[in-house]
């Protein structure tokens, strides 16, 4: 081998191991965008199981059932919002993300208080609970945050 010819040879074989490392590390973070997904689907679907326990539970028991309960403000570092599409289908996405987690309720809920279908605004509201005698299952926002109106709570 002549020694003009072992610079490119050279520079070929390092290319190709750039080449290859690099291919890599476009598997290696693909992997973890879909793991970061998956583990945001697992919060979101413990977050609706919550959320349809408690209304399951209040379907269940007499009329008059009032339970107030808070959740919390981010999940995985993440604000997210809840939203009643209809009155059995309960909508969860994150800011950060375009996709959405959706959860059929089996029993029809009524959203009372505020002017949009959003549950868990900006400021993530008090919610109670109901078991209506007359209309059912109710979800009311708790406007007031240590007896203080919350302006984001429509």
Do not use: H, W
Not at 36 to 60: H, K, M, V
Not at 84 to 102: A, F, P, W
Not at 107 to 126: D, M, Q, R
């Amino acid at each position: 081998m002549r020694r003009a010819q072992s610079g490119p040879e050279f520079i070929v074989l390092f290319g190709f191991l750039m080449l290859v490392f690099l291919l890599f590390l476009i598997a290696l973070n693909n992997r973890y965008v879909e793991q970061r997904e998956l583990n945001r689907e697992l919060l979101y679907a413990g977050l609706a199981d919550r959320l349809e326990t408690e209304i399951l539970i209040a379907s269940q028991v007499a009329a008059g059932y009032r339970r107030q309960f808070s959740l919390p403000y981010t999940l995985d570092s993440e604000p997210y919002n809840v939203t009643l599409e209809t009155s059995d289908t309960l909508v969860i996405y994150g800011e950060s993300t375009t996709n959405e987690y959706l959860r059929f309720l089996s029993v029809p809920v009524t959203l009372v208080g505020g002017t949009t279908n959003t549950l868990f605004p900006p400021g993530n509201p008090t919610i109670i609970i109901e078991n209506d005698p007359v209309l059912g299952v109710r979800i009311r926002k708790d406007c007031v945050l240590n007896n203080v109106p919350l302006v984001e709570c429509v």
